[in-house]
Structure formats: C-alpha cells, structure tokens
C-alpha cells in the first residue's frame, strides 16, 4: 500500500500512529497502575495495541516506497532507520498490553496473582510506554526534519499593510 486515494499513504498513516500509539501506551499505563481503570477500559487495550502493530508495519512500507522517490539525504536515511526500530517498540507495547489483560484475566477468575508479579508487569509496562512515546517523537522529530529541513525557521511573513 503505496497510496491512499492518489495521495502517498505513508504521511496519512503516520497521523494515526502519532495520535494512537501514545494513546495506547497511556492506557496500557494506567490499566497497569489502576485496577479500576483495568476493570472499566482493558478490553480496549490489547485490540488497540494490536492495531498499533499493524498500522506500524504499514507506515513502514509505506514509508520504503515513498523514499524511493526521494533522493538518498542523511536526513532521510536518519529517518528511515529510526523507523524500521518502530516494529519492536510496537511489539513490546503489544506484550505489555497482553500482560496487562492476563493480569486482568486473572483477576477477573478469582486466580489472586502474587503482588509483586502484577507490579513487576506494571513497571514493565510503565517502562515500554515510555519508550513507545519517546521513540514515537524521535522518528517524527527526523521524519519533519527530512521533509521540512530548516525551511520552516526560514519562512518570511508577508510585509504588513502601511499603516497597520
């Protein structure tokens, strides 16, 4: 999937991971920490990690054959393989989001888990949204960076009417 409607699909898919993907590893975060928020939002969280997944390896893809038709910048390059990490960060979020749903399950059919291994999947899960969100910014930070470059500090405003 190259394109969307002739549009590239590589910047229309980039929206929804940039708004879902750090979306996802908040809720993953607060169903770890909060048993109340687990009872009332886990079953929306491993579906959404799910389709953080797949939205991830299509961006990706999409994102190949969109720099094919660019030049090969540093820039571009920076980008691209700070994109190919995603995958993993999106599979961690994945197995955190399950983890927290098995805590839940368990829960749920009485099996009383030991405390320390609900906190330790808590912490693990508090340390992959952290990282899920922090690599989400650096990929977009280099993905504005090949796009915009310095062009955007550059821009001149237009003159403003005499008299104003």
């Not at 699909?9 to 940039?18: D, G, K, R």
């Not at 993907?21 to 491993?46: E, G, H, K, N, Q």
């Not at 749903?101 to 291994?117: G, I, N």
Request: hydrophobic letters at 55%; glycine letters at 6%.
């Amino acid at each position: 999937m190259s394109t969307i409607n002739g549009l590239p699909a590589h910047p229309l898919l980039v929206h929804f991971i940039v708004v879902l993907t750090p979306a996802t590893a908040v809720l993953a975060i607060v169903c770890a920490i909060w048993p109340a928020a687990r009872r009332r939002f886990v079953w929306l969280l491993l579906p959404t990690a799910l389709v953080v997944l797949v939205l991830t390896r299509l961006t990706v893809r999409a994102g190949r054959s969109l720099a094919e038709k660019f030049g090969n910048s540093e820039v571009l390059r920076t980008h691209m393989n700070l994109g190919e990490t995603m995958i993993w960060f999106s599979i961690a979020l994945a197995v955190a989001a399950a983890s927290v749903t098995a805590v839940h399950v368990a829960e749920h059919r009485s099996k009383a888990l030991k405390p320390v291994v609900v906190w330790a999947i808590a912490a693990l899960t508090i340390a992959v949204g952290v990282a899920v969100c922090v690599q989400t910014y650096r990929i977009g930070d280099s993905g504005s960076r090949a796009v915009w470059g310095g062009t955007a500090m550059t821009l001149e405003l237009p003159a403003s009417p005499a008299g104003s």
